[in-house]
T-cell receptor, first 112, second 112 residues
Framework: ELKVEQNPLFLSMQEGKNYTIYCNYSTTSDRLYWYRQDPGKSLESLFVLLSNGAVKQEGRLMASLDTKARLSTLHITAAVHDLSATYFCAVDDGGATNKLIFGTGTLLAVQP | DTAVSQTPKYLVTQMGNDKSIKCEQNLGHDTMYWYKQDSKKFLKIMFSYNNKELIINETVPNRFSPKSPDKAHLNLHINSLELGDSAVYFC???????????FGPGTRLTVT
């Protein structure tokens, strides 16, 4: 059974600093997604990673996928307050149904 | 135009009642999903339909019954509501397998 773990669960960081959120998963998959959720809001798609070595960047966020290590990272560069949110990774279980298993989420709080 | 919409946004009801949540997507997608997000923000897939056919049916109580009258709509009916059913329920859709899922705004269900 596919399990997805994120760490840290909570991250408090200062504006201007860099940090990385990690997403580990337990069985083979080559499709991984990152979502953002603001308090009381829906999930917003950030990145779709569909192959080993995939790297995508949008603004201050960069996501990568290493399918051999079963690891994805979400790197934050020079954090700003607007990035405060909960970030989820989700892994496709590799079946034909596009079933996503979500990580526990990382609550990011960027302090001024 | 809202891509994935849900009604109602909030639902407060008493134990033992029966309620329904409706979802509609205007993206032309073939696949729709229901997720439950609990108080700890953990997200779990419940059901998925592809072109009106049930393709994911996770281990949920049979008090929960999805219905898809057409590929643009997926409703969730819950019988005999219990306190533990209190959560946020998200509908999502995707164009086909292997693509990201687009989430609706969520329905916050509170059972008293």
């Amino acid at each position: 059974e596919l399990k997805v773990e994120q760490n840290p669960l909570f991250l408090s960081m200062q504006e201007g600093k860099n940090y990385t959120i990690y997403c580990n998963y337990s069985t083979t998959s080559d499709r991984l997604y990152w979502y953002r959720q603001d308090p009381g809001k829906s999930l917003e798609s950030l990145f779709v990673l569909l192959s080993n070595g995939a790297v995508k960047q949008e603004g201050r966020l960069m996501a990568s996928l290493d399918t051999k290590a079963r690891l994805s990272t979400l790197h934050i560069t020079a954090a700003v307050h607007d990035l405060s949110a909960t970030y989820f990774c989700a892994v496709d279980d590799g079946g034909a149904t596009n079933k996503l298993i979500f990580g526990t989420g990382t609550l990011l709080a960027v302090q001024p | 135009d809202t891509a994935v919409s849900q009604t109602p946004k909030y639902l407060v009801t008493q134990m033992g009642n029966d309620k329904s949540i409706k979802c509609e997507q205007n993206l032309g997608h073939d696949t729709m999903y229901w997720y439950k997000q609990d108080s700890k923000k953990f997200l779990k897939i419940m059901f998925s339909y592809n072109n009106k056919e049930l393709i994911i049916n996770e281990t949920v109580p049979n008090r929960f019954s999805p219905k898809s009258p057409d590929k643009a709509h997926l409703n969730l009916h819950i019988n005999s509501l219990e306190l533990g059913d209190s959560a946020v329920y998200f509908c999502a859709s995707s164009p086909m397998s292997n693509y990201e899922q687009y989430f609706g705004p969520g329905t916050r269900l509170t059972v008293t």
